[in-house]
């Protein structure tokens, strides 16, 4: 029997809740040997981590149910609140299960923790995993292919076992299948918004941080299936991208409020790595050159990746707002998150050049109180119905 | 007592001669067009000063003329003008004052319209937000733009492969586009001269930083510092000027050494060296006096800071080689100090406190530089435990004035002197109870 949306979320909403991840540590515990790498935003090569037996578990702070004690010692006030949030989980042992951590070259702040996380936890392996930012194959490739067989290496030695070339390539072919899932599920609710609440649909990505693959892969189906079959109100809010939210998350209620004060999100950049790749990485060959080759020349855009063509500059959200039939984007950042504040003046140039509408606002993952962006969002709506209808 | 009408900083010859450069190079800048001299700008960490000069061309460096904005309290105004445009409070305010100053004319700091880039020369060494500061110049001036990666040494050290990818980067991304933009051919042996020239002006500026191990310290490695550093964080590495500077100014604190005299301050000479500090982080621009007044007052001497290691980090052995020019460029940027792990940057620190024999470290957590700031609470907890010496934070900004409270922060000095005192006279009672 399928499962009904509301069956599939009350899992997602279990899972998200649980800051203690126990679905990762019964996981690991089912059978000796398994492995559970951390993973900071925006993109790591998951499917390296599968096909050294372990489980990709994305660390994105602690949402707004975690009370942060002792992570605020660590930070000044004028710096975001994910690694504050994710020093906490980690020092009050909700993270001890993980074997390696990763964090991406996404930000100062997220580059400095991966040093932070080598003296704080020294039994933890930590990562700093860079990326390219030059997109040459002789140039670029190369360097990254090495980091991607730096990365295989650590992973075999944590897991005890060789990560082999045949392994990744199954792995690379799941994750092409849970990757193509989520651009269907992005899709349909672009194309049907009112079927698919925003609030749901980041529930379901979230889970996709924290449970295998295959397992995410089924509760996509699922939730497709399921959602296709129910029958929604419609309601006559505009369609939004909400664009800035790459790193530190918005609070639930936030996403909420966008919809209840009456816009439905057509797209958004929560949560990139899951769909990083635009389309299938190359299953045949060498599978490093293929995840190089996938980031180099296939993959999304967002601030902590160098457009080098100026006239490319920010083209990548007018594609998100056509593709998706928008009206008009909502900037939603956190607060001193310098990859998404420097970006944003460049990105709210090229949509005015397209006459495309936008607000703008900041958070922080723990922010309480949602009125005002509730009245900004509103009034965007309403201003976007006008402009619409003159 | 210090002087209270404090006469301008240092006049030493090296001063002198350090100036009439400054100068020189916003002269030559000013008349780039006129001259037919083509302009790359480019930042101060991993910057490619002897690279650039094999195609004539000139070198811009926005953040010192933030620097300079701030040092003559402008940048208040066009840090505003940019937010006023739609550029955040929360960023960086370097990158706000440069485009505030651009909005308003590009008037440089010494008053004069500074000449638009034909090159962006983007070196991303150990800051995330120079690629966005340079990508928004690039909407505004549409120039040619080389984009030079330069791997975070995330595990502390520098790998073949990282050196090889900037080499390789330098060879078929940044070498090209100087000589699409200047015209002129490379020509390695023309490097490899300003390499040598480089690595003649680094010995001496180790020698001077170095100086600090004695007692009394001549320099003051932070205030004095930044003074120091400027022509080798500039656009002046590899040149004839920059060996010279660096030679007289090592000369003038062999002397000041053999003389046992203290730093030179802007109220004359130090007399009386009471505090050895290691300071952590960029100063304050806006107040630099002000600020620098607070420690000279309680006779308070930096004897080594990092921020001094921001543009090329040589006490530990690295110098320009010109037997391995494109190599040598590269380690060079991947081993400026703030692209080092934390752990590095802890135990750099935690040597410069041995060896310089500090009494303690201060930081100076500035609100705009998350490459700086994030995680210098953990620096402050790792280098008392390792230490065993007190450690304070203050917070400021480079040249934000708003960030800048005078009171709070010299309360804090205050404080942590007396916390300084307080753990001296303990350690003495101790040793003498032993
Ligand atoms: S929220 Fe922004 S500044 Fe903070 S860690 Fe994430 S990317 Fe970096
Ligand atoms: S963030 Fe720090 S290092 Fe980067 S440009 Fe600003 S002041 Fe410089």
Same mark, same amino acid.
């Not at chain 1, 194309?191 to 990505?205: D, F, I, K, N």
């Not at chain 2, 006049?11 to 100068?23: E, G, H, V």
């Not at chain 2, 500074?114 to 983007?122: E, Q, S, V």
């Not at chain 2, 492969?161 to 390789?168: D, I």
């Given at each position: 029997?399928?499962?009904?949306?509301?069956?599939?979320?009350?899992?997602?909403?279990?899972?998200?809740?649980?800051?203690?991840?126990?679905?990762?540590?019964?996981?690991?515990?089912?059978?000796?040997?398994?492995?559970?790498?951390?993973?900071?935003?925006?993109?790591?090569?998951?499917?390296?981590?599968? =096909?050294?037996?372990?489980?990709?578990?994305?660390?994105?702070?602690?949402?707004?149910?975690?009370?942060?004690?002792?992570?605020?010692?660590?930070?000044?006030? !004028?710096? @975001?609140?994910?690694?504050?949030?994710?020093?906490?989980?980690?020092?009050?042992?909700?993270?001890?299960?993980?074997?390696?951590?990763?964090?991406?070259?996404? @930000?100062?702040?997220?580059?400095?923790?991966?040093?932070?996380?080598?003296?704080?936890?020294?039994?933890?392996?930590?990562?700093?995993?860079?990326?390219?930012?030059? !997109?040459?194959?002789?140039?670029?490739?190369?360097?990254?292919?090495?980091?991607?067989?730096?990365?295989?290496?650590?992973?075999?030695?944590?897991?005890?076992?060789?990560?082999?070339?045949?392994?990744?390539?199954?792995?690379?072919?799941?994750?092409?299948?849970?990757?193509?899932?989520?651009?269907?599920?992005?899709?349909?609710?672009?194309?049907?918004?009112?079927?698919?609440?925003?609030?749901?649909?980041?529930?379901?990505?979230?889970?996709?941080?924290?449970? *295998?693959?295959?397992?995410?892969?089924?509760?996509?189906?699922?939730?497709? *299936?399921?959602? =296709?079959?129910?029958?929604?109100?419609?309601?006559?809010?505009?369609?939004?991208?909400?664009?800035?939210?790459? @790193?530190?998350?918005?609070?639930?209620?936030?996403?909420?409020?966008?919809?209840?004060?009456?816009?439905?999100?057509?797209?958004?950049?929560?949560?990139?790595?899951?769909?990083?790749?635009?389309?299938?990485?190359?299953?045949?060959?060498?599978?490093?050159?293929?995840? =190089?080759?996938? !980031?180099?020349?296939?993959?999304?855009?967002?601030?902590?990746?160098?457009?080098?063509?100026?006239?490319?500059?920010?083209?990548?959200?007018?594609?998100?707002?056509?593709?998706?039939?928008?009206?008009?984007?909502?900037?939603?950042?956190?607060?001193?998150?310098?990859? =998404?504040?420097?970006?944003?003046?460049?990105?709210?140039?090229?949509?005015?050049?397209?006459?495309?509408?936008?607000? *703008?606002?900041? !958070? *922080?993952?723990?922010?309480?109180?949602?009125?005002?962006?509730?009245?900004?969002?509103?009034?965007?709506?309403?201003?976007?119905?006008?402009?619409?209808?003159? | 007592?210090?002087?209270?009408?404090?006469?301008?900083?240092?006049?030493?010859?090296?001063?002198?001669?350090?100036?009439?450069?400054?100068?020189?190079?916003?002269?030559?800048?000013?008349?780039?067009?006129?001259?037919?001299?083509?302009?790359?700008?480019?930042?101060?960490?991993?910057?490619?000063?002897?690279?650039?000069?094999?195609?004539?061309?000139?070198?811009?460096?926005?953040?010192?003329?933030?620097?300079?904005?701030?040092?003559?309290?402008?940048?208040?105004?066009?840090?505003?003008?940019?937010?006023?445009?739609?550029?955040?409070?929360?960023?960086?305010?370097?990158?706000?004052?440069?485009?505030?100053?651009?909005?308003?004319?590009?008037?440089?700091?010494?008053?004069?319209?500074?000449?638009?880039?034909?090159?962006?020369?983007?070196?991303?060494?150990?800051?995330?937000?120079?690629?966005?500061?340079?990508?928004?110049?690039?909407?505004?001036?549409?120039? /040619?733009?080389?984009?030079?990666?330069?791997?975070?040494?995330?595990?502390?050290?520098?790998?073949?492969?990282?050196?090889?990818?900037?080499?390789?980067?330098?060879?078929?991304?940044?070498?090209?586009?100087?000589?699409?933009?200047?015209?002129?051919?490379?020509?390695?042996?023309?490097?490899?001269?300003?390499?040598?020239?480089?690595?003649?002006?680094?010995?001496?500026?180790?020698?001077?930083? /170095?100086?600090?191990?004695?007692?009394?310290?001549?320099?003051?490695?932070?205030?004095?510092?930044?003074?120091?550093?400027?022509?080798?964080?500039?656009?002046?590495?590899?040149? /004839?000027?920059?060996?010279?500077?660096?030679?007289?100014?090592?000369? /003038?604190?062999?002397?000041?050494?053999?003389?046992?005299?203290?730093?030179?301050?802007?109220?004359?000479?130090?007399?009386?060296?009471?505090?050895?500090?290691?300071?952590?982080?960029?100063?304050?621009?806006?107040?630099?006096?002000?600020?620098?007044?607070?420690?000279?007052?309680?006779?308070?001497?930096?004897?080594?800071?990092?921020?001094?290691?921001?543009?090329?980090?040589?006490?530990?052995?690295?110098?320009?080689?010109?037997?391995?020019?494109?190599?040598?460029?590269?380690?060079?940027?991947?081993?400026?100090?703030?692209?080092?792990?934390?752990?590095?940057?802890?135990?750099?620190?935690?040597?410069?406190?041995?060896?310089?024999?500090?009494?303690?470290?201060?930081?100076?957590?500035?609100?705009?530089?998350?490459?700086?700031?994030?995680?210098?609470?953990?620096?402050?907890?790792?280098?008392?435990?390792?230490?065993?010496?007190?450690?304070?934070?203050?917070?400021?900004?480079?040249?934000?004035?708003?960030?800048?409270?005078?009171?709070?922060?010299?309360?804090?000095?205050?404080?942590?002197?007396?916390?300084?005192?307080?753990?001296?006279?303990?350690?003495?009672?101790?040793?003498?109870?032993?």
């Amino acid at each position: 029997m399928i499962p009904t949306t509301t069956e599939i979320i009350a899992r997602c909403q279990a899972l998200f809740d649980d800051l203690n991840f126990t679905y990762a540590r019964e996981w690991k515990a089912a059978r000796p040997g398994r492995i559970v790498v951390g993973y900071m935003p925006f993109y790591v090569p998951r499917e390296l981590i599968h =096909a050294a037996g372990g489980l990709p578990l994305g660390v994105l702070g602690g949402g707004e149910q975690l009370e942060v004690i002792q992570g605020d010692a660590y930070y000044q006030s !004028y710096i @975001c609140r994910i690694p504050r949030s994710t020093i906490e989980l980690g020092v009050t042992n909700r993270l001890d299960f993980v074997d390696v951590m990763l964090f991406p070259s996404i @930000c100062d702040v997220i580059r400095n923790l991966s040093g932070m996380w080598k003296i704080m936890f020294p039994k933890v392996r930590s990562r700093y995993f860079d990326v390219p930012q030059n !997109y040459r194959d002789d140039v670029g490739g190369e360097f990254y292919i090495h980091e991607l067989a730096e990365l295989r290496d650590l992973l075999a030695e944590a897991s005890g076992q060789p990560v082999g070339d045949d392994a990744l390539r199954a792995s690379i072919a799941l994750y092409n299948e849970n990757r193509a899932l989520v651009r269907e599920v992005y899709a349909f609710r672009a194309r049907q918004p009112w079927q698919a609440p925003s609030a749901e649909v980041y529930l379901l990505m979230r889970a996709g941080m924290i449970v *295998a693959v295959e397992e995410h892969s089924r509760m996509l189906r699922e939730y497709l *299936a399921a959602a =296709a079959a129910e029958n929604r109100p419609r309601r006559d809010n505009s369609r939004v991208v909400v664009t800035g939210a790459f @790193c530190e998350q918005p609070p639930l209620n936030l996403i909420k409020s966008i919809e209840l004060s009456g816009c439905y999100i057509v797209d958004d950049d929560f949560m990139l790595v899951n769909r990083w790749e635009r389309s299938d990485v190359a299953e045949a060959g060498d599978p490093l050159a293929n995840l =190089a080759d996938a !980031y180099l020349h296939n993959s999304g855009d967002t601030s902590a990746k160098y457009e080098p063509d100026q006239a490319k500059k920010g083209l990548y959200l007018v594609e998100a707002v056509k593709r998706t039939r928008a009206e008009g984007v909502i900037f939603a950042s956190p607060s001193f998150c310098d990859p =998404a504040l420097l970006e944003r003046p460049m990105l709210q140039q090229v949509l005015a050049a397209h006459d495309i509408p936008f607000i *703008a606002f900041k !958070y *922080a993952e723990n922010s309480g109180q949602m009125q005002p962006i509730r009245e900004q969002a509103g009034t965007f709506a309403d201003s976007i119905k006008l402009w619409s209808n003159p | 007592m210090t002087n209270p009408n404090p006469s301008p900083a240092i006049k030493d010859s090296s001063m002198l001669k350090q100036k009439a450069m400054i100068a020189g190079n916003y002269g030559k800048l000013e008349t780039a067009a006129a001259d037919g001299r083509k302009v790359a700008a480019t930042f101060v960490p991993g910057n490619l000063n002897e690279l650039i000069m094999c195609f004539d061309m000139l070198n811009n460096l926005p953040e010192i003329n933030a620097i300079q904005n701030g040092m003559r309290k402008k940048t208040g105004g066009y840090i505003m003008e940019a937010e006023k445009r739609g550029h955040s409070e929360d960023v960086c305010t370097y990158v706000k004052a440069d485009l505030g100053m651009i909005a308003k004319g590009n008037i440089g700091p010494d008053g004069q319209k500074l000449p638009d880039p034909d090159l962006l020369l983007l070196s991303y060494t150990g800051c995330f937000t120079f690629m966005k500061w340079f990508e928004l110049l690039r909407a505004q001036y549409k120039c /040619e733009t080389a984009m030079l990666h330069v791997p975070y040494q995330g595990d502390g050290k520098i790998t073949k492969t990282m050196v090889s990818y900037v080499v390789k980067q330098l060879k078929e991304e940044v070498i090209p586009k100087l000589e699409r933009v200047s015209g002129v051919a490379f020509d390695i042996d023309r490097l490899r001269e300003n390499l040598a020239r480089s690595a003649r002006a680094e010995e001496d500026l180790v020698w001077v930083l /170095e100086s600090a191990k004695a007692r009394p310290s001549p320099i003051d490695a932070y205030f004095g510092g930044v003074y120091y550093i400027g022509p080798i964080f500039t656009a002046f590495r590899g040149t /004839e000027d920059a060996v010279e500077y660096y030679r007289l100014l090592r000369a /003038e604190i062999g002397e000041r050494l053999a003389r046992g005299q203290g730093p030179v301050t802007p109220a004359g000479d130090m007399p009386d060296e009471r505090y050895r500090l290691v300071v952590e982080g960029p100063p304050n621009w806006t107040s630099f006096r002000e600020f620098w007044k607070m420690f000279y007052d309680e006779g308070a001497v930096v004897v080594a800071s990092t921020y001094s290691k921001v543009g090329g980090l040589y006490d530990l052995g690295f110098r320009h080689d010109p037997d391995r020019p494109l190599e040598s460029l590269a380690e060079y940027c991947l081993g400026c100090y703030t692209n080092r792990n934390l752990p590095a940057r802890i135990d750099l620190i935690a040597q410069y406190m041995e060896e310089y024999q500090a009494d303690g470290l201060l930081i100076n957590s500035i609100k705009s530089c998350n490459s700086f700031s994030a995680g210098q609470l953990l620096v402050l907890r790792e280098i008392e435990r390792r230490t065993g010496k007190p450690a304070a934070f203050i917070e400021s900004d480079l040249v934000d004035p708003r960030y800048f409270s005078p009171a709070n922060i010299k309360n804090r000095l205050e404080s942590y002197f007396q916390m300084v005192d307080q753990r001296r006279a303990g350690s003495k009672s101790a040793a003498r109870a032993a």
